[in-house]
């Protein structure tokens, strides 16, 4: 197969949801989907307290942070889809919003009771950063949830992107009946039971068919003939275009724990969704068809076992073909490098891949001279742009249990922060270090990092800090004025950047309007 032929047929996606919307079943119904596993129940770990391999630190195992499912490559109806996982309860991170950089397309996974909620508000702004076409799936229909149309118009008011209903349910909780599929004009019929297998379903051909009304009951065909009539005034039609653009999202209704409408969205991610893109580096834009192999960085997991320092570095590929024993340079470093056991992950296993293509994901094993951001090429001297930092959400002091170990700490969190494990702020007013997170454990896995590679034992204390934002200014003269009167409440990064520390929310949006030369910005390029 050409490499044109191969790139056209990847789809790679990552689902955004707050959590408990059904992330974790979606997961495991695609795998069933893409005849992964024959059962479902069987893929996590982190539930059933099963693992793949035994030498992870404790923290590790408990809190089911695994390499094995960061990234689960199926096929299905002849294309290959590539999932990456995107980390939402405890391990929440910056590698969540990261992931997000290195996919073509997005689900969303909304609950049906709960509508829109925080966490997607703020995965979806990230999306759109680069414009990423997201699909959407209502979830929990076998619930007693909120009426659709009111769900459509929250999503679309709240996150701002038009709704485009693909199915329409009929019924909900103990008397959902099934899905209508607007563009194919036919009801799929629902039946319980069937949560782990691939179900039969029964379809029924037009909304006038008189089958439908005795299959659902005539009140049901009734009250759905009426409210498509409404749905039809009150949302979009699809168009392939404004979903290409990230301005209309397509919507599919369904239960992922009953395994229905999980198939109908996968197949609309087959068709519609984007083969991979061309994409900005810094001297120009590359094509992912592109003989040559090129990609980049923007997740690195460290193996928490202190006996096997062995950390995976996530590189997405934006052209060409991965072939064992590829020689690629490292842009940052010009250090060539022969990569002979490149990870893939099928079926969630960790396999060494022999082949891999524009669109996949690989993991490179490395011991820490690689850092995020980092962009391979087969020799040209090009970095990809758009993988940024985000401004941390989370903040707490430093605090030394041995003081004479300062030097070591410096050391360990800039590293860190390169490798994007963390953030860490150097306050001008005074020798305080504040580190920065977005989720909680990432405080957990540096303090035992700190331990464990730098010798350093410390703890942490509140700071009063409650968001950051990289500064910026037009010229140079602006910034030293700024500089001088928000002195107090600056800082710089691990990477030396000016940033303004918060105490409130209040004080940011006061300094920003008191300062409007300066930028504020939520996110810097790495
Ligand atoms: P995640 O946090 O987004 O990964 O969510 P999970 O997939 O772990 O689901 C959270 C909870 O919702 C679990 O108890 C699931 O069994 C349940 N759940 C997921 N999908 C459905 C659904 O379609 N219907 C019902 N009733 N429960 C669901």
Same mark, same amino acid.
């Given at each position: 197969?050409?490499?044109?032929?191969?790139v056209?047929?990847?789809r790679?996606?990552?689902i955004?949801?707050?959590?408990?919307?059904?992330?974790?079943?979606? +997961?495991?119904?695609?795998?069933?989907?893409?005849?992964?596993i024959?059962?479902?129940?069987?893929?996590k770990?982190k539930?059933?307290?099963k693992?793949a391999?035994?030498d992870?630190?404790?923290? &590790?195992?408990?809190?089911?942070?695994?390499?094995?499912?960061?990234?689960?490559?199926?096929?299905?109806?002849?294309a290959t889809?590539?999932? *990456?996982d995107?980390p939402?309860?405890?391990d929440?991170?910056e590698?969540?919003?990261?992931?997000?950089?290195?996919?073509?397309?997005a689900l969303?996974?909304i609950?049906?009771?709960?509508g829109?909620e925080?966490?997607?508000?703020k !995965?979806?702004?990230?999306?759109r950063?680069?414009?990423t076409?997201?699909?959407t799936?209502?979830?929990?229909?076998?619930?007693?949830?909120?009426?659709?149309?009111?769900?459509?118009?929250e999503i679309?008011?709240?996150?701002?992107?038009?709704?485009?209903?693909?199915t329409?349910p009929?019924?909900?909780?103990?008397?959902?009946k099934?899905?209508?599929?607007?563009?194919?004009?036919?009801?799929?019929?629902?039946k319980?039971?069937?949560?782990?297998?691939?179900?039969?379903v029964r &379809?029924?051909?037009?909304?006038?068919?008189p089958? !439908?009304?005795?299959?659902?009951g005539?009140?049901?065909?009734?009250?759905?003939?009426?409210?498509l009539?409404?749905?039809?005034?009150?949302?979009h039609?699809?168009d392939?275009?404004?979903?290409l653009?990230?301005?209309?999202t397509?919507?599919?209704?369904?239960?992922? *724990?009953?395994?229905?409408?999980?198939?109908?969205?996968?197949?609309?991610?087959?068709?519609?969704?984007?083969?991979?893109?061309? @994409?900005?580096?810094?001297s120009?834009t590359?094509a992912?068809?592109?003989?040559k192999?090129?990609?980049?960085?923007?997740?690195?997991q460290a193996?928490?076992?202190?006996?096997h320092?062995?950390r995976v570095?996530?590189?997405?590929?934006?052209?060409?073909?991965y072939?064992?024993g590829?020689?690629?340079k490292q842009v =940052?470093?010009g250090k060539?490098v022969?990569?002979?056991?490149a990870? +893939?992950?099928?079926?969630?296993? @960790?396999?060494?891949?022999?082949?891999?293509?524009?669109?996949?994901?690989?993991?490179?094993?490395?011991h820490?001279?690689?850092q995020?951001?980092?962009?391979? +090429?087969?020799?040209?001297?090009?970095?990809? +742009?758009g993988i940024?930092?985000f401004?941390?959400?989370l903040?707490?002091r430093?605090? !030394?249990?041995?003081?004479?170990?300062?030097?070591?700490?410096?050391k360990g969190?800039?590293?860190?922060?390169e490798? /994007?494990?963390?953030?860490?702020?150097f306050p001008l007013?005074?020798?305080?270090v504040?580190?920065?997170a977005? /989720?909680?454990?990432?405080?957990?896995?540096?303090?035992?990092?700190?331990?464990?590679?730098?010798?350093?034992?410390?703890?942490?204390?509140?700071?009063?800090?409650a968001?950051?934002?990289?500064?910026?200014?037009?010229?140079?003269?602006e910034m030293?004025?700024?500089?001088r009167?928000?002195?107090?409440?600056?800082?710089r990064?691990?990477?030396g950047?000016?940033?303004?520390?918060?105490?409130?929310?209040?004080n940011?949006?006061l300094?920003?309007e008191r300062h409007?030369?300066?930028?504020?910005?939520?996110? =810097?390029?790495?």
């Open positions: 197969m050409s490499l044109q032929d191969q056209a047929k990847r790679t996606f990552a955004i949801s707050h959590p408990d919307a059904g992330k974790t079943t979606i +997961t495991e119904k695609l795998l069933l989907y893409g005849n992964l024959q059962s479902a129940g069987t893929v770990g539930k059933s307290g693992h391999t035994s992870w630190m404790e923290m &590790e195992k408990e809190r089911g942070i695994s390499v094995t499912t960061s990234v689960m490559q199926f096929p299905y109806k002849g889809v590539n999932l *990456l995107t939402g309860h405890a929440f991170s590698d969540t919003y990261r992931t997000l950089t290195a996919v073509d397309s969303m996974v609950d049906a009771a709960k829109v925080e966490r997607t508000v !995965l979806m702004e990230v999306c950063l680069r414009d076409p997201i699909l799936f209502i979830n929990k229909l076998d619930r007693d949830v909120r009426d659709g149309i009111e769900v459509l118009d679309e008011d709240v996150l701002n992107i038009e709704c485009a209903p693909i329409w009929i019924g909900m909780g103990k008397s959902f099934g899905v209508y599929n607007l563009l194919r004009d036919t009801t799929v019929l629902y319980t039971g069937q949560g782990h297998t691939v179900q039969d &379809e029924i051909q037009g909304l006038n068919n089958e !439908l009304d005795e299959a659902v005539a009140a049901y065909a009734e009250e759905l003939r009426d409210t009539e409404l749905v039809q005034g009150a949302s039609e699809f392939l275009e404004r979903f653009a990230g301005k209309l397509p919507v599919f209704f369904g239960t992922a *724990l009953g395994n229905f409408g999980v198939d109908h969205m996968l197949d609309g991610l087959v068709e519609w969704a984007p083969a991979p893109q061309p @994409r900005d580096a810094t120009r590359v992912a068809d592109e003989p192999m090129t990609g980049f960085v923007f997740k690195i193996n928490m076992d202190p006996k320092r062995d570095a996530f590189m997405r590929i934006c052209s060409g073909k072939q064992k590829i020689k690629l =940052r470093t060539d022969r990569i002979a056991d990870l +893939t992950f099928l079926a969630g296993e @960790r396999d060494n891949v022999e082949e891999a293509f524009s669109g996949d994901i690989i993991g490179l094993h490395n820490g001279t690689i995020i951001g980092d962009t391979f +090429t087969e020799g040209e001297d090009l970095n990809f +742009t940024p930092h401004a941390p959400e903040f707490q430093v605090v !030394l249990n041995d003081p004479l170990k300062s030097k070591q700490l410096h969190l800039t590293q860190l922060a490798e /994007g494990a963390t953030q860490v702020f007013r005074n020798n305080d504040i580190l920065g977005v /989720g909680t454990l990432q405080f957990d896995v540096v303090a035992a990092r700190l331990k464990g590679e730098y010798g350093v034992d410390c703890r942490y204390e509140p700071v009063s800090v968001t950051a934002r990289w500064v910026e200014a037009e010229n140079e003269r030293a004025a700024f500089e009167k928000a002195h107090d409440n600056l800082a990064d691990g990477a950047h000016l940033t303004y520390l918060a105490p409130t929310r209040v940011l949006q300094a920003e409007p030369d300066i930028l504020f910005r939520e996110t =810097r390029e790495i």
